[in-house]
C-alpha cells in the first residue's frame, strides 16, 4: 500500500477551518484516498472518501489535486467536539486489492481550543 | 441496525492466562478484520475473516494467537499465555465483500486487554 505522511499534530480554535494535509507520492491508479477519525478510547470512524477533483459530504471535504499525490481533508467551523487523531489511508477502495486491510500510520491529532 | 459489537470492553489478565476477544459484526457484515493498537500508536492490521475462513492473517503474531469466525456466533480472537507486551487495545471492524460498496469498515468500540 501508498505510504502516506501527515503532521503529527495540528491545534485550531473553535470555528476555525482545519485543513490536513496528506502526502502520497506513491498512490497507485487504483488507490482511493480515506480518511478515519478516531475519539480517544474509541475506534475509528470512517469520515470521507474520495478518488480525484474534490468530494464533500456532511461533515467534510475532501480536496485531491490532479496528480493525486497529496490530499487535503477539510473540516469547516471545527468545534471542540473535533479533537480526534485523523489518518489518511490509501488504497483499493480504501484499503488493500487482495483483502481490504486497511494500513494506518500515526495520524493527526487535532486539539481544537475554546 | 446495531453496529460492531465487542465484547468485554476491558479484561484483565495475569501473565500466562488466556484471554478470548469477541466481536459481532454489523447485521448483513460477513467480514470481520481486527486489529491492535499499543498507546499513542496507529491501529495495525492483525486478521481478516470471512465466515469459517481465515483470508489474510498476515498481522498476525506466529505463536499464541489465533482467530476464528465460525458459521454461527461471533469471532473470537484468542490470546494464550498472554505476556505483558500483549497489553493494547484491539479493535474488530466489519464490512460487506469487496466490491459490494464502498467497502467501508466498521469498528466496534473495542477491547483494552490489560495484563498484569
Known amino acids: 500500500l501508498a505510504k502516506t505522511t501527515q503532521p503529527i499534530s495540528m491545534d485550531s480554535y473553535e470555528g476555525q477551518e482545519v485543513n490536513i494535509t496528506c502526502s502520497h507520492n506513491?498512490?497507485?491508479?487504483?488507490?482511493?484516498i480515506t480518511w478515519y477519525q478516531q475519539f480517544p478510547s474509541q475506534g475509528p470512524r470512517f469520515i470521507i472518501q474520495?478518488?480525484?477533483t474534490k468530494v464533500t459530504n456532511e461533515v467534510a471535504s475532501l480536496f485531491i489535486p490532479a496528480d493525486r499525490k497529496s490530499s487535503t481533508l477539510s473540516l469547516p467551523r471545527v468545534s471542540l467536539s473535533d479533537t480526534a487523531v485523523y489518518y489518511c489511508?490509501?488504497?483499493?477502495?480504501?484499503?488493500?486489492?487482495?483483502?481490504?486491510?486497511?494500513?494506518f500510520g500515526q495520524g493527526t491529532t487535532l486539539q481544537v481550543k475554546p | 441496525n446495531a453496529g460492531v459489537m465487542q465484547n468485554p470492553r476491558h479484561l484483565v489478565r495475569r501473565r500466562g492466562q488466556e484471554a478470548r476477544l469477541r466481536c459481532s459484526p454489523m447485521?448483513?457484515?460477513?467480514?470481520v478484520y481486527w486489529y491492535r493498537q499499543l498507546p499513542e500508536e496507529g491501529l495495525k492490521f492483525m486478521v481478516y475473516?470471512?465466515?469459517?475462513?481465515?483470508?489474510?492473517e498476515s498481522g498476525m503474531p506466529k505463536e499464541r494467537f489465533s482467530a476464528e469466525f465460525p458459521k454461527e456466533g461471533p469471532s473470537i480472537l484468542r490470546i494464550q499465555q498472554v505476556v505483558r507486551g500483549d497489553s493494547a487495545a484491539y479493535f474488530c471492524?466489519?464490512?460487506?465483500?469487496?466490491?459490494?460498496?464502498?467497502?467501508?469498515?466498521?469498528f466496534g468500540p473495542g477491547t483494552r486487554l490489560t495484563v498484569l
Open positions: 471492524a466489519s464490512s460487506q465483500p469487496l466490491g459490494a460498496g464502498d467497502n467501508e469498515q466498521f
Open positions: 474520495g478518488y480525484k
Open positions: 475473516l470471512q465466515k469459517e475462513n481465515i483470508i489474510d
Open positions: 506513491n498512490i497507485a491508479t487504483n488507490d482511493y
Open positions: 489511508l490509501v488504497g483499493f477502495l480504501g484499503g488493500s486489492s487482495n483483502t481490504g486491510k486497511l494500513i
Open positions: 447485521k448483513g457484515h460477513s467480514h
